[in-house]
């Protein structure tokens, strides 16, 4: 099992940068991919970015590519996403999600998820 929390929401200004934390802990870590998802109001669950740790094999979906970033730090048992350039339509609740060595796009396929941060972006 692993246990994950996010960190690192806040409301900021368009044009302006976040970086989020997923800290993991718990038997197995280092055999779970991690997925970063967002719920907008009114609307479904997507795929934001994902990455599996032990083979460095990333995702990310289109609309956020050239702006946020996943990326890990085995040390510290944490996976991060940097978002830059941060526009109104990023805003969201950001969870963080485990599932078992491959990565997934598919938030059903995830097993573990972290309470989800707010990312709110002004215009």
């Known amino acids: 099992q692993v246990q994950l929390v996010e960190s690192g929401g806040g409301l900021v200004q368009a044009g302006d940068s976040l970086r989020l934390s997923c800290a993991a802990s718990g038997r197995t870590f280092s055999n779970y991919a991690i997925g970063w998802f967002r719920q907008a109001p009114g609307k479904e669950r997507e795929i934001v970015a994902a990455?599996?740790?032990?083979?460095?094999?990333?995702y990310s979906t289109d609309s956020v590519k050239g702006r946020f970033t996943i990326s890990r730090d085995n040390a510290k048992n944490t996976v991060y996403l940097q978002m830059n350039n941060l526009k109104p339509e990023d805003t969201a609740v950001y969870y963080c999600?485990?599932?078992?060595?491959?990565?997934?796009?598919?938030?059903?396929?995830?097993?573990?998820w972290g309470q989800g941060t707010q990312v709110t972006v002004s215009s």
């Open positions: 999600a485990a599932r078992l060595f491959r990565l997934a796009t598919i938030s059903s396929e995830y097993r573990q």
């Open positions: 990455i599996s740790w032990s083979g460095g094999n990333t």
